[in-house]
């Protein structure tokens, strides 16, 4: 994901230069970034469930207890789940019929498939990170999803200096 920004990033940064500098720029630029963005997005979609930092909104879930739980967090996952894999299916059939047509991108001299390969990939990886935060809360590892929680400092052990002059 790192890898993608920073493309991006560069990428901009040299067309702007080109633009206003030289007033010249590169055809590919816009679409090159938008396909890195693209990745970036569907990679990190992945990697926001696997270190649990996605934004959610718990307000029924966090006042659930017990059996309520359990059954509306399973029910969240297996949801989760069949979106992700049917976004997986609709992306590989997208990535086939890609293949079949045989074309290249607008501006890039690269098969318009490879270029989309990253649908079924990053929601095979969603899937999996779904399947996989499914064992951890049946298997009783969680107790809770717990999305987009932050630890408090007394959690963490930290002790946070107070920052207020003293009279």
């Known amino acids: 994901m790192a890898t993608f920004l920073a493309f991006m990033t560069l990428l901009t940064a040299i067309q702007v230069l080109l633009r206003y500098g030289f007033n010249t720029g590169l ?3 816009l679409e090159a970034t938008t396909y890195s963005f693209a990745w970036l997005v569907l990679l990190g979609m992945a990697y926001g469930v696997r270190t649990r ?3 959610a909104v718990d307000l029924v879930m966090s006042r659930l207890q017990g059996r309520a739980l359990k059954v509306a967090t399973l029910a969240a996952l297996v949801i989760c ?3 992700a894999l049917l976004m997986l299916y609709g992306g590989s059939v997208l990535v ?3 293949i079949d047509l045989g074309n290249e991108a607008r501006d890039l001299p690269i098969k318009r498939w490879v270029l989309t390969s990253m649908i079924p990939i990053g929601f095979g990886l969603l899937a999996f990170r ?3 935060l499914g064992w951890m809360f049946i298997s009783g590892d969680i107790d809770r999803l717990r999305f987009g929680q932050q630890e408090t400092p007394a959690a963490m052990d930290i ?3 107070n920052r207020e ?3």
């Open 130 to 132: 779904f399947m996989q």
């Open 96 to 98: 086939w019929r890609l």
């Open 53 to 55: 930092s996605h934004i």
């Open 81 to 83: 789940v069949a979106y």
């Open 27 to 29: 055809i590919w630029s």
């Open 159 to 161: 002790e946070i200096p």
């Open 165 to 167: 002059k003293e009279p």
